[in-house]
C-alpha cells in the first residue's frame, strides 16, 4: 500500500510551452558547494577562478535526473563557509548545461534525522516524470540516515521547493551496520519483479561494500542477507554509483534498461584515498547477483575513472540524447587558508559522456558535446616535425582558458626503452620521469599554463616503452612539479597508461584549460587525468601553450587545434532573469 503523502500517481499539466523543450535533472553525489552572491568574475584578485567550468561564487564546494530540456544540478552546499559542513542541497538549472541559473536550496538540514546536514543522494523517477529524492541525514548522534524527499509542486518546471517525507528515515543501520558508515544511497532501478532496488555505502570490519534495499512502494525498504558486492582491499566505500552500458552501442543506457546487451558498472569513491573506482560485470536482475569481470585488488591495476582528482563522483542517463553522462567533484590543492582567501573552494569537472569500450575491458568517458559552443578564435597546424628537446609555441591564443586537441605521429617504436616488469604504478612511473627526464620516445606532449622562460609549465606528455614481448605500452602523465613557483602546494603528478596500439594509432591528446584546472583526455578518452594548479607567473595573459618533445627520438605533431574558451554564463540567485520554461 502506498501511502497517502507520497505523489506516487500524482498528474499534472505542465505550462503550454512545456513541448518547446525538456527538463532534466541530476543530482552529483558528495559534490558540495554553495552558490550565493554575483555571477563568476575572473579579475587579478581572483586569478585561479575558472570560467567554463560550474563553479560556486563563494563558499564550500564539493559535489543528477532528467526530466523533460532544463536540467537541474543538485548538490551539496556549506551557505556559510568556505569549509565542508551544514550540508543543504543547493539547485541550479541549465538549458544546455554549460550555462548556469541558480536557484535556491532545495534541501535544507534541521529535522530530527538530519540536524547535521543533508549530504549526498540521488533522484529516482518512480512513474515517468515523478523525481523523488532519497538522501542520507545525520543526526545529533552522528547515526545516518536513509531519507525521502518529494517536490512539492509538480506543476512548477523548475522544481524550486521539495518536501520530506513525515515517514523519514526510511532506512537505518541495523545488525552489524555501522551507524557512522551507512550514507550515500543510489538511484535507484526496479527489477523484472515490480521492485525498487537501491545500493547504500557501507564499511564493515574496515572494508568497503555496497548495501542492497528492496522495497514494492519506495517507502518501506528491506535489508538484503548478503551484501551486494564487497572488497577486501579498500576502505568504506562512499558515492556508490551502479549501472548498465550498452555492448558494441553508441548510446548510453537507462538504468532499469533490461536490455539483454548490457554490461554493468559499479563505482565506489573510497574513503580517504579520495579515488574513484569502478569494475565491469554481469548483473542478473532475476537474482540481484552481480559478477566482476576484474574485482578491486587495491593496487594500480584498479580502473578509475580519472587518476588526478576527481572524487565522489555522479551517472545520470539524459534521455532526451540517449546518453550516460558522468560529472566528478575537483577539490583544492592549496591550504584551507588559502581558501578562505579566496572566499571559495573546489569545483565541478566539465561533464563527460561515458560509453563501453570495443573490447569492453573500459569506460570510454569525452567532453559533452555542448562545451564546444564556448569555442571561439580557432589556432591550427599540421605536420610539424618536433625535434628532440625542442619546443613549439602555440601562438595567438588564450592560454590560460582553451580547448586543445593534438596528435602525434611517432618514429620507429623499435628504439623504444624497454620496460622493466615492474613498472606496473604508473603514477610512480610518471614521479620519478618527469618532463625533465629524457627518454627515447617521450616525453613529448603539452606545455600548459606556462609561463615566459618556463619556468612554469604544467607538462600533460607521452612515453613510449617495449616491452619483452614486443608490444608497446603508452604511458600519459601529467606533471605538476614545475606548475608553480609556490612551494607549499600540493604538485602530485599524476600518471595512467593507456590501452593504445601505437603501432597503429596516432596517439592523441585533448586537454582543457581553465586557469586552475586542467582536464586530459589521452587516446580519445581511454585515460584522463585532471590536476589543479595555482601558477604565479603563467596567469591570465601571461599564460603560454607550448608542443614539445623532450625525448631523443624526434616526433612528428600531425595535427593541432586550439581554441580559445568564451566564459560560460552563471547567474546568481540575486541577479537572475527568470527563466523562460
Known amino acids: 500500500m502506498i501511502p497517502q503523502e507520497l505523489p506516487l500517481t500524482l498528474s499534472y499539466r505542465w505550462p503550454e510551452r512545456r513541448n518547446r523543450m525538456q527538463i532534466s535533472v541530476f543530482l552529483i553525489v558528495g559534490l558540495c558547494f554553495v552558490l550565493v552572491g554575483h555571477g563568476i568574475q575572473v579579475s587579478p584578485k581572483q586569478p585561479y577562478r575558472s570560467t567554463f567550468h560550474f563553479q560556486p561564487a563563494k563558499n564550500w564546494m564539493s559535489g543528477p535526473m532528467y526530466l523533460s530540456g532544463i536540467y537541474h544540478l ?121 521492485k525498487w532496488r537501491v545500493l547504500v555505502g557501507n564499511q564493515m570490519n574496515g572494508h568497503g561494500l555496497a548495501l542492497l534495499y528492496t522495497s514494492k512502494d519506495f517507502v518501506r525498504w528491506t535489508r538484503s542477507m548478503n551484501p551486494f558486492h ?61 559478477s566482476a569481470d ?85 589556432v591550427s597546424f599540421e605536420e610539424k616535425e618536433l625535434k628532440g628537446g625542442s619546443v613549439l609555441k602555440v601562438p595567438d591564443i588564450t592560454a590560460s582558458q582553451a580547448d586543445v586537441e593534438v596528435s602525434f605521429d611517432l618514429p620507429s617504436l623499435t628504439e623504444a626503452e624497454l620496460m622493466d616488469t615492474s613498472w606496473i604504478d604508473p ?26 622562460g618556463l619556468k612554469e609549465q604544467t607538462a600533460v606528455f607521452f612515453r613510449i616503452f617495449r616491452s619483452n614481448n614486443d608490444k608497446y605500452v603508452v604511458l600519459m602523465c601529467s606533471d605538476q612539479s614545475r606548475s608553480s613557483l609556490r612551494e607549499e602546494l600540493d604538485k602530485t603528478t599524476y600518471g595512467a597508461f593507456i590501452d593504445i596500439d601505437p603501432i597503429h594509432e596516432k596517439i592523441s591528446l585533448r586537454t582543457l584549460i581553465d586557469h586552475s584546472i586542467i582536464e586530459s583526455f589521452g587516446g580519445e578518452g581511454r585515460s584522463c587525468i585532471t590536476a589543479r594548479v595555482y601558477p604565479e607567473l603563467a596567469i591570465g595573459d601571461e599564460a603560454e601553450l607550448f608542443a614539445f618533445n623532450n625525448g631523443t627520438l624526434d616526433v612528428n605533431v600531425s595535427r593541432l587545434n586550439a581554441w580559445s574558451m568564451r566564459k560560460a554564463q552563471l547567474v546568481s540567485p540575486n541577479n537572475r532573469r527568470k527563466p523562460k520554461i
Not at 89 to 103: A, P, Q, T
Not at 116 to 130: D, K, Q
Not at 142 to 149: S, W
Not at 241 to 249: K, L, R, T
Open 294 to 378: 576484474t574485482d578491486f585488488k587495491g593496487d594500480a591495476s584498479d580502473l578509475r575513472y580519472d587518476y588526478g582528482k576527481f572524487y565522489a563522483s555522479k551517472t545520470f542517463f539524459d534521455s532526451s540524447k540517449k546518453r550516460r553522462i558522468l560529472w566528478g567533484w575537483v577539490n583544492e590543492s592549496d591550504s584551507q587558508s588559502d581558501d578562505l582567501e579566496k572566499g571559495w573552494s573546489g569545483l565541478q569537472a566539465i561533464p563527460r559522456s561515458i560509453l563501453l569500450s570495443k573490447n569492453e575491458k573500459q569506460l570510454i568517458q569525452w567532453p559533452i558535446k555542448e562545451i564546444e559552443k564556448l569555442r571561439k578564435k580557432k
Open 74 to 194: 543538485f548538490y551539496q552546499a556549506n551557505p556559510y563557509s568556505v569549509i565542508k559542513g551544514n550540508m543543504t542541497w543547493g539547485h541550479s538549472v541549465s538549458y544546455d548545461l554549460v550555462n548556469w541559473i541558480h536557484l535556491e536550496p532545495a534541501l535544507y538540514r534541521g529535522d530530527p534525522y538530519d540536524p547535521h546536514g543533508c549530504w549526498s543522494g540521488s533522484i529516482t523517477f518512480l512513474y515517468e516524470e515523478n523525481p523523488v529524492i532519497l538522501y542520507t541525514g545525520v543526526d545529533n548522534e552522528g547515526i545516518q540516515t536513509q531519507n525521502l524527499a518529494w517536490p512539492k509542486n509538480l506543476s512548477d518546471p523548475l522544481l524550486r521547493e521539495w518536501v520530506k517525507s513525515t515517514q523519514n528515515p526510511l532506512m537505518s543501520p541495523i545488525d552489524d551496520t555501522d551507524p557512522k558508515y551507512f550514507r550515500d544511497p543510489t538511484t535507484a532501478w526496479k527489477g523484472p519483479d515490480g
Open 427 to 452: 603514477q610512480l612511473l610518471c614521479s620519478q620521469n618527469t618532463a625533465s627526464v629524457r627518454g627515447r620516445v617521450g616525453p613529448f606532449g603539452l606545455l600548459v599554463l606556462a609561463s615566459k
Open 230 to 290: 564487497s572488497s577486501n582491499n579498500t576502505l568504506m566505500w562512499e558515492c556508490p554509483d551502479f549501472y548498465p552500458v550498452s555492448i558494441n552501442g553508441k548510446y548510453g543506457v537507462d538504468t532499469s534498461s533490461q536490455e539483454k546487451f548490457t554490461k554493468h558498472v559499479l563505482k565506489a569513491s573510497i574513503n580517504l584515498i579520495f579515488h574513484d573506482y569502478y569494475m565491469l560485470g554481469n548483473y542478473s536482475s532475476e537474482t540481484d547477483h552481480f
